[in-house]
């Protein structure tokens, strides 16, 4: 391992350390750390921006095939709450249709994530109204 690399995994570690010290599950905090589904589609057929009530932003960029979700990715300028939200969000639309898109609700989320801080919650509804935004935007340019 270069020092570089010890660095990083020694940064991980103690990030993995306090936010299991602040109410974080292991799940959330590897969506935290990893953000499998950070970035943007550029070709995407339905995307959105949305910020919170706490200032953070966050925006979601979706491609269809078929009738299908193809792939996600959002990008967030905000908290470890909201990163690990809009990664799980991801992996549960991911390969759905729409309808179920739709149906994703804070619940949902939050049984994704197992455990979040308390004070982080609304985090989970910004990853959750920036999609229900997306998908509003995609209905009303279908029924133009
Ligand atoms: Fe703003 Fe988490 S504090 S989304």
Redesign the pocket.
């Known amino acids: 391992m270069t020092q570089i690399q010890a660095a990083v995994s020694d940064e991980a570690k103690s990030i993995e350390e306090m936010l299991t010290a602040s109410g974080y599950s292991k799940t959330a905090i590897a969506y935290y750390i990893n953000k499998p589904h950070m970035g943007h589609i550029s070709d995407a057929d339905i995307a959105s921006n949305m910020t919170?009530t706490?200032?953070?932003t966050m925006g979601i960029t979706i491609r269809m095939n078929d009738g299908i979700i193809e792939d996600a990715k959002y990008q967030v300028m905000?908290?470890a709450?909201?990163i690990s939200a809009a990664m799980a969000v991801v992996d549960l639309i991911k390969g759905k249709d729409l309808d179920y898109a739709r149906s994703i609700d804070d619940g949902t989320v939050f049984k994704v994530l197992q455990e979040i801080p308390v004070k982080?919650h609304?985090?989970i509804q910004?990853a959750v109204k920036t999609l229900h935004k997306a998908l509003d935007a995609h209905n009303l340019k279908q029924s133009a």
């Open positions: 919170g706490c200032g953070d905000g908290c709450g909201a982080k609304h985090c910004l």
